[in-house]
């Protein structure tokens, strides 16, 4: 299993100052349709409303199609689960609050099909990985930004 978390703060000097609901709702788009902001993600698109809250989606990431169960947590996270492709898991959104100051955390626990835990291939998909997703909290906060500094509009699926 892979486990990697990465947490990068939300505000920087000379950037739109957002919110938690700013934060949120960009979380939401992105949990929607994250194809703004998710470089290496070709397709994205909802399958399934299960409720308010909750829904599936059917995603292409470096060429490998997925279908994930997306669940909300209001103001605080975005849970993606993988159920079915050739990399399964959990990846989490969470806006955390230090201090007054509000963090973005990335965090997944994934398990490649085929690969030994601890072996080498696996240690190299997971360097490419952290990569990939390290870029993917800064783009998604990139984009968050865009949209709260009026560059990019987007009306809101998901409240």
């Not at 739109?16 to 992105?30: F, I």
């Not at 994930?68 to 989490?92: A, D, K, M, Y």
């Not at 990335?106 to 398990?111: H, I, N, R, Y």
Request: charged share 20%; glycine share 6%.
């Amino acid at each position: 299993m892979i486990y990697v978390t990465h947490r990068l703060p939300v505000n920087e000097t000379g950037e739109p100052t957002l919110d938690r609901t700013a934060v949120w709702q960009g979380l939401v788009m992105k949990a929607d349709n994250a194809l703004p902001f998710v470089p290496a993600m070709s397709h994205c698109l909802v399958t399934a409303r299960l409720d308010d809250v909750t829904f599936e989606r059917e995603i292409e990431l470096f060429g490998d199609r997925y279908s994930e169960r997306v669940s909300l947590q209001p103001q605080q996270r975005v849970i993606f689960t993988r159920i079915s492709g050739p990399v399964l898991g959990t990846i989490v959104n969470d806006i955390e609050e230090d201090e007054g100051e509000l963090f973005l955390r990335f965090s997944f626990a994934l398990v490649l099909e085929g690969l030994h835990s601890g072996s080498p291939e696996e240690a190299a998909y997971a360097e490419e990985m952290t990569t990939q997703y390290i870029a993917a909290v800064g783009a998604t906060l990139a984009a968050i930004r865009r949209v709260a500094g009026g560059e990019a509009s987007v009306t809101l699926p998901i409240s």
